[in-house]
Structures are given as structure tokens and as C-alpha cells.
T-cell receptor, first 112, second 112 residues
Framework: GDSVTQMEGPVTLSEEAFLTINCTYT??????LFWYVQYPGEGLQLLLK?????DKGSNKGFEATYRKETTSFHLEKGSVQVSDSAVYFC???????????FGPGTSLSVIP | DGGITQSPKYLFRKEGQNVTLSCEQNLNHDAMYWYRQDPGQGLRLIYY???????QKGDIAEGYSVSREKKESFPLTVTSAQKNPTAFYLC???????????FGPGTRLTVT
């Protein structure tokens, strides 16, 4: 079945460091891909999305490019801030059915 | 302000008692979802509803029940049959099933 794999955390970075969180997926069709962020004690918020191959989603300095050839949707940010500390979830939605499948989440901690 | 509300934020119950978690949305979304999140883990789908008066089991429906009598409301009952109910419960909605989901702030349930 469809699945999402993310790099294991926790990830700890210094402020202004470059961030990459890897996400790869398995799907039978052409899914839409999402990154959600969860701040401590809160629900998830949609961070960015891409609906077709080679699309780049971006928001708040974060970017991710839909790479069909490598079935990946890695999240990047050029310079992280302490306020970016959160758990990041990669997710996909297959075109043929309505459920969204979430990855296990990657915890990011940014230290001053 | 449009959004999803969950109440209460923290809930404590004794083992053997049923408890109902509230989820209300004023986004005029057709689809609503309940997820369970355990520490360090991703989201697991409990139930979802694509339209009023209809709902389907998710991946871990045993020990839970839902109703969808109104478009804006999707309460979740955690029954005494749920063997390990202590968790963080997240409600979400989307304009239609499969579109990006908007999450509530969550309810942390502790059963002792």
C-alpha cells in the first residue's frame, strides 16, 4: 500500500543553519504531497503542498520540490530560527482514494 | 474567525468510563476526521466522515464511536472497550475528502 517515510529525528540545529528533512513515498498513482508542522501542544498546520511532478511548494522560507523520479519531497530551509522548533510531517493523498497518509514525523529543535 | 475547535484541551477520566470529545468547525467543510497521536508517533486515523450522516472506520476504529448529525460537528466517543485510550486526539476537516486538512488544537485525554 501507499506509505510515507521520513528521516528519523530528533534533529538538532543551531540557529541560522541549513535544514533538510528527507521524505520519500510509495504510491501507485500520482499523489499530491504535503508538509504539515506541529508546534508543541498544538494541532497540525499545513506548511506547503505540491500537486504534480516538479512543482515546488514554498511558505515561510520553507521549500519542497515534488521529485517523481526519486519519489521524494524533501523539506528545506536556508536559515532556521528557534521558532521553527516543531514536529514536521510529510503526507500524501493518492488520486484514487480520499485518505491522507502521514509519515511518522520528524522532530526539529533549533538552539540559539 | 473560521476554524476548528476542540474542547476541552485536557480531559481526565477513570478507567471504565465512556468519554466524548467535541469537534466543531465553521469552515463549511464536508469532510471531517479523527486522529490519534501517541508520543513520538505519527497520526493514526480513527474515523472519518465525507458528508453528514455518513462515516467510515479508519485504521484503528475499535473502541471508538462517532456521529455526524450536523455538518459542523463530529464528536468522538472513547468507550471503555478501548484498551489504551490515553493519547492526544486531533480532529480535522477538509472542504472535501482528500483535500488538504485543517486541524483543531487537539484534546489530551488521560485515563487512569
Amino acid at each position: 500500500g501507499d506509505s510515507v517515510t521520513q528521516m528519523e529525528g530528533p534533529v538538532t540545529l543551531s540557529e541560522e543553519a541549513f535544514l533538510t528533512i528527507n521524505c520519500t513515498y510509495t504510491a501507485t498513482g500520482y499523489p499530491s504531497l504535503f508538509w504539515y508542522v506541529q508546534y508543541p501542544g498544538e494541532g497540525l498546520q499545513l506548511l506547503l503542498k505540491a500537486t504534480k511532478a516538479d512543482d515546488k511548494g514554498s511558505n515561510k522560507g520553507f521549500e519542497a520540490t515534488y521529485r517523481k523520479e526519486t519519489t521524494s519531497f524533501h523539506l528545506e530551509k536556508g536559515s532556521v530560527q528557534v521558532s521553527d522548533s516543531a514536529v514536521y510531517f510529510c503526507a500524501l493523498k493518492e488520486t484514487s482514494y480520499d485518505k491522507v497518509i502521514f509519515g511518522p514525523g520528524t522532530s526539529l529543535s533549533v538552539i540559539p | 474567525d473560521g476554524g476548528i475547535t476542540q474542547s476541552p484541551k485536557y480531559l481526565f477520566r477513570k478507567e471504565g468510563q465512556n468519554v466524548t470529545l467535541s469537534c466543531e468547525q465553521n469552515l463549511n467543510h464536508d469532510a471531517m476526521y479523527w486522529y490519534r497521536q501517541d508520543p513520538g508517533q505519527g497520526l493514526r486515523l480513527i474515523y472519518y466522515s465525507q458528508i453528514v450522516n455518513d462515516f467510515q472506520k479508519g485504521d484503528i476504529a475499535e473502541g471508538y464511536s462517532v456521529s455526524r448529525e450536523k455538518k459542523e460537528s463530529f464528536p468522538l466517543t472513547v468507550t471503555s472497550a478501548q484498551k489504551n485510550p490515553t493519547a492526544f486526539y486531533l480532529c480535522a476537516s477538509s472542504i472535501e475528502a482528500g483535500y488538504e486538512q485543517y486541524f483543531g488544537p487537539g484534546t489530551r485525554l488521560t485515563v487512569t
